[in-house]
């Protein structure tokens, strides 16, 4: 005989064709919208991990892993500090960095810029995102590249000049300004707001050239080979750098400076987890109410099974049997399918824009044309868990409910 006898009885109502059409019926709504929740789940949280993917991709191309700067007025030794860096296991390469703040003046407008220096790192990951333009000219410190927003605010393309005011403090605290044309020779579009609309680069000598030194604007950029790696590596770049320079260096990463975008990111994500996973709460009370319909559908089985010796604990585990069959299954359902439909969302996307001409993101409107999807296997066992532990509690309820079900009153009037 199968053993144990809950597990039995509860797979066998599970899989029995009832004549109760309408259990059956909410059986498998139950089992669907289980199925359902936990795959827009998936496809949810992979496709916002694509999103923070991409962002972090052109968020570093514009600015490097970590950053050692001056904590006060006095200038450090950058040989000595840069040599220091480079001892640090972990760097793949340590440059130079330098930026100011400027005002770009273009007849009639003048906006404020962040101008920054491009070594040879940054120069590489900009190529990726120029629209217009090239970066030689820049290299040779004979232009500056802007971002697609502020050459559209000032009304400037690619051979158009640009004037630079750049302000400082002369020796005797007398607040002063100096100018310097440059000849625009390249666009990007890193698809951030914040970015394409405040920055612009040049090469290191023109910075030097204008004063980016004594401005105290300077430091040393530091590229590692992964970028996920930056807040353990800056972390023992400051322990290194305070024993040696005490309140001199200020070291920062990519992390802490945008920290607001994914702190954003991580904020909608679980906002998104909790709303969807109320799909998976409703399939659950769907669950709920057929288990409850079953109980009193089976009083007399119920009867019959107390009268032979099977005790409450007993019958309460046959329906939290039957009722954790329909959820997990309906769980693992989900599973396959979020994680087939995460897989392909780019190509199900294309399907329907040839079929039915729906278009997610307009090559017109938006930079990333193409829905970016990153399946992350922790997502995957953090929903299914969810999940499981949801249509699991659903199962309770019914199951007290039997558990305390009379046999004499149940048979009384059969």
């Known amino acids: 005989m199968f053993h144990p006898l809950p597990l039995f009885v509860g797979l066998r109502y599970a899989r029995a064709r009832t004549h109760r059409y309408f259990v059956s019926f909410i059986t498998w709504v139950s089992l669907a919208g289980v199925c359902v929740g936990v795959a827009a789940l998936i496809v949810i949280l992979s496709v916002m991990n694509g999103f923070e993917s991409e962002l972090r991709t052109r968020l570093l191309a514009l600015s490097a892993p970590v950053r050692v700067t001056a904590a006060g007025t006095q200038r450090p030794d ?131 050239a204008l004063g980016a030194a004594r401005s105290g604007a300077e430091g040393l950029a530091v590229q590692l080979p992964d970028s996920l790696a930056a807040p353990a590596f800056a972390q023992r770049l400051r322990l290194l750098l305070d024993a040696r320079w005490p309140g001199q260096l200020t070291v920062t990463d990519w992390t802490q400076e945008h920290a607001s975008y994914f702190r954003a990111i991580r904020i909608e994500k ?75 969302v780019g190509a199900i996307l294309q399907l329907l824009d040839r079929v039915a001409g729906l278009r997610v993101f307009d090559a017109d409107v938006y930079y990333i044309t193409q829905v970016p999807s990153e399946l992350h296997g922790a997502d995957v066992l953090l929903v299914a868990g969810c999940a499981l532990l949801v249509t699991a509690l659903a199962t309770i309820y019914p199951a007290m409910r039997a558990a305390a079900t009379s046999p004499a009153e149940a048979l009384r009037y059969e």
């Open 270 to 344: 679980t906002m998104m987890a909790l709303i969807l996973l109320l799909i998976v709460a409703v399939a659950s009370f769907n669950i709920v109410a057929m288990l409850v319909m079953v109980v009193n559908d089976k009083r007399t089985d119920i009867a019959i099974l107390r009268t032979l010796g099977a005790s409450p604990r007993a019958l309460a585990a046959v329906f939290i049997s039957q009722g954790l069959v329909i959820g997990w299954l309906g769980v693992l359902a989900g599973v396959g399918l979020g994680v087939l439909i995460a897989h392909n």
């Open 78 to 208: 950058w040989a000595e500090v840069r040599q220091q860096v480079a001892a640090v296991g972990g760097s793949r390469a340590v440059e130079r960095y330098a930026e100011l703040q400027v005002l770009a003046v273009h007849q009639p407008e003048t906006l404020p810029l962040m101008l920054r220096a491009a070594g040879s790192d940054t120069a590489a990951e900009l190529q990726t995102l120029l629209v217009e333009g090239e970066l030689a000219p820049m290299q040779r410190g004979e232009g500056i590249i802007l971002g697609k927003l502020v050459a559209e605010q000032l009304g400037v393309t690619v051979g158009d000049q640009v004037t630079l005011l750049i302000p400082r403090v002369t020796s005797g605290g007398v607040p002063d300004y100096s100018l310097r044309e440059f000849g625009v020779v390249g666009m990007f579009e890193a698809g951030i707001q914040d970015h394409d609309g405040t920055l612009a680069y040049a090469s290191l000598d023109a910075l030097d």
